[in-house]
């Protein structure tokens, strides 16, 4: 049994993350989750956002779900997502995308994977006053280039991918952006098998809604990465379909990209796609490819049936109804 800790989160956390329960029940996965609070009732109830237990399961289990929290507002307190990236150094946002059959969405074969650093860049929060306004700082270190760029070659050469595209803006920010592109020029050599190429961001952007199709793996700094990742998801269906990952050298936290969305919370009406997602990616992370697999596949016929789809994919089945049809087809 692998135990891997899980956070089931607020809002729609709860119920998104019992289903997942039982697609794991159903799918026979020799995993054991260690469930715990972090977010807004971890706050209630013990008076923090990330209680001690909670970061030592991670810990110990190296690998962790995460359905989504609410970070309470206006009261100082720093997102409860930074901290975890913060904690265990989690270095690597992984957000594959890809288009699913019945999904509503612009083009027929988006297949994107991008790497984006987790660690530096504007998401430093380093912004000081000046006699008329404010400057915010923004970090590039060679040690953080190197780690996500050699992380996305990896994949790639690991996954059969055949190109991989360094994001950036070397031709204005050629200090910052120019050691990305830099360190990134240096490294691909190693990999003979993957075409290296990059795009300045603001081509990347536009290349992304006319043509994504010749789009593979993608590597860019934080922030780069925080916008062009939700560009794609809009391209594949929205954030309800979209999956990540934050891996760093030992542990691995697997969630939705979505919120907790207080809005439609005990409904019952939540999508849960993009956690059983999510939870596909985990799987395959600890070794249960086929698992993993099967989830996938079984998600897709659903989606291309089209007969049991969430509200917000246009059709009228509740979180259970849905889960039950992905489990019947597992
Ligand atoms: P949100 O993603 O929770 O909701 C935006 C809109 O999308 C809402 O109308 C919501 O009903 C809908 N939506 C989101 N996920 C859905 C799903 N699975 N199925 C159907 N509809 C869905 O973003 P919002 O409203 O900005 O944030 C709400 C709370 O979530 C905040 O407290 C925020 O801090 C937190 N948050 C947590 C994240 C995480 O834990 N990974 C990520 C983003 C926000």
């Known amino acids: ?50 209680p001690e237990e909670a970061i030592n399961s991670v810990k110990q289990n190296k690998t962790a779900l995460k359905a989504p929290v ?13 901290q975890l990236r913060t904690i265990f150094d989690l270095y690597i946002n992984l957000r594959p995308a890809k288009t699913l059959p019945g999904v509503p969405g612009r083009y027929a074969d988006v297949d994107i994977v991008t790497f984006r650093e987790n660690t530096e860049d504007l998401y430093i929060g380093d912004e000081y006053e000046i006699e008329d306004g404010f400057i915010a700082r923004k970090k590039i270190t060679k040690t953080a280039s190197e780690r996500i760029i050699r992380a996305a070659f990896e994949y790639a050469k690991a996954h059969n991918r055949h190109t991989l595209t360094c994001v950036h803006k070397a031709n204005i920010l050629k200090k910052t952006d ?101 939870g596909a990616l985990m799987l395959e992370h600890i070794g249960l490819e086929k698992e993993a697999e099967k989830l996938r596949s079984a998600i897709e016929e659903v989606l291309k049936e089209g007969k049991t789809l969430p509200k917000d994919l246009g059709g009228n089945a509740g979180t259970k109804e849905y889960t039950d049809a992905v489990i019947s087809r597992l």
């Open 70 to 82: 609410t970070t309470p507002v206006g009261k100082g307190f720093k997102s409860v997502n930074v």
């Open 1 to 50: 049994m692998t135990h891997i800790t899980l956070f089931p989160g607020d809002g729609i956390g709860p119920e998104i993350s019992a289903e997942f329960k039982r697609i794991i029940s159903a799918l026979a996965a020799p995993i054991t989750f260690d469930e715990y609070l972090i977010g807004e009732r971890a706050f209630e109830k013990y008076g923090v956002l990330i």
């Open 178 to 278: 120019g050691l990305f592109l830099e360190t990134f020029n240096r490294i691909a050599p190693e990999y003979p098998e993957i075409e290296a190429n990059n795009r300045i961001i603001d081509n990347m952007c536009m290349q992304l809604v006319t043509c994504p199709s010749l789009y593979d793996v993608l590597v860019a700094p934080n922030l780069y990465g925080d916008i062009i990742t939700d560009l794609i998801a809009g391209l594949v269906g929205g954030l309800g379909m979209a999956p990540a990952a934050n891996i760093g050298h030992d542990i691995a936290i697997f969630e939705a990209v979505h919120g907790s969305a207080p809005d439609i919370a005990g409904l019952g009406i939540a999508n849960p796609t993009a956690f059983f997602l999510s």
